[in-house]
């Protein structure tokens, strides 16, 4: 019976540190940010492209990106200056600047497929169509108060030209730019900003 005692306690000891870990991991779950490039609607390059908040605290919007490849291999990259931001708690639509807060549920209509990869071609002075696209990148910086730097996320769509143009995501989810090793990318994103001339490689 002189073993029950100690037993029990150890017993008890490993609930509360299953517990606590429990309880740390739902902390760490709740705070990490999760973005969302969204393809809205169908298939179409006219469809509605949204970045979306997914995650449970806001998160302060540095920059949003568009670098689209050519079938020839080029690559041209461009800031996505002016969008619409819907706030949960907004009812009228307003039209705002690249940067600034995104709430929990919120999320920023960039505008269409067409009208991104149209504006980056008329902003670098390229004349091409949309069948000599080949893929889209959508990135996004952002300020994250929980996170020691800026976190970002990026998804890629590709563009297939058969009978007509179709947008299909490259992959299924929004890649989150969250970890130390994506740590010196997302900065290159905020650089490029302050030196838009150099946008194009």
């Not at 009812?91 to 067409?114: A, C, D, E, K, W």
């Not at 504006?119 to 000599?132: C, M, R, V, Y």
């Not at 893929?135 to 996170?147: M, W």
């Not at 976190?151 to 929004?174: E, S």
């Amino acid at each position: 019976m002189e073993y029950v005692g100690p037993v029990s306690s150890a017993v008890m000891a490993i609930i509360w540190l299953v517990y606590l870990q429990l309880i740390l991991s739902q902390y760490r779950r709740n705070n990490r940010p999760y973005l969302l490039f969204h393809h809205a609607q169908n298939e179409n390059p006219d469809a509605l492209c949204m970045l979306v908040n997914m995650g449970e605290r806001p998160v302060h919007v540095v920059c949003v990106q568009a670098v689209i490849k050519m079938t020839s291999g080029e690559e041209h990259k461009l800031a996505v200056t002016e969008f619409e931001r819907i706030n949960v708690t907004e009812q009228n639509v307003q039209q705002t600047l690249r940067q600034g807060p995104l709430l929990n549920g919120s999320y920023l209509i960039l505008g269409t497929f067409r009208d991104i990869i149209e504006k980056t071609q008329n902003e670098i002075g390229l004349n091409a169509s949309l069948e000599d696209v080949e893929c889209l990148e959508l990135r996004a910086a952002v300020i994250h108060a929980p996170s020691k730097h800026p976190v970002g996320a990026k998804r890629a769509f590709v563009l297939k030209h058969n009978t007509g143009t179709c947008v299909y995501p490259k992959d299924i989810n929004t890649r989150q730019m969250v970890k130390r090793k994506d740590k010196q990318e997302v900065a290159q994103w905020i650089e490029s900003e302050l030196h838009p001339r150099e946008n194009n490689e």
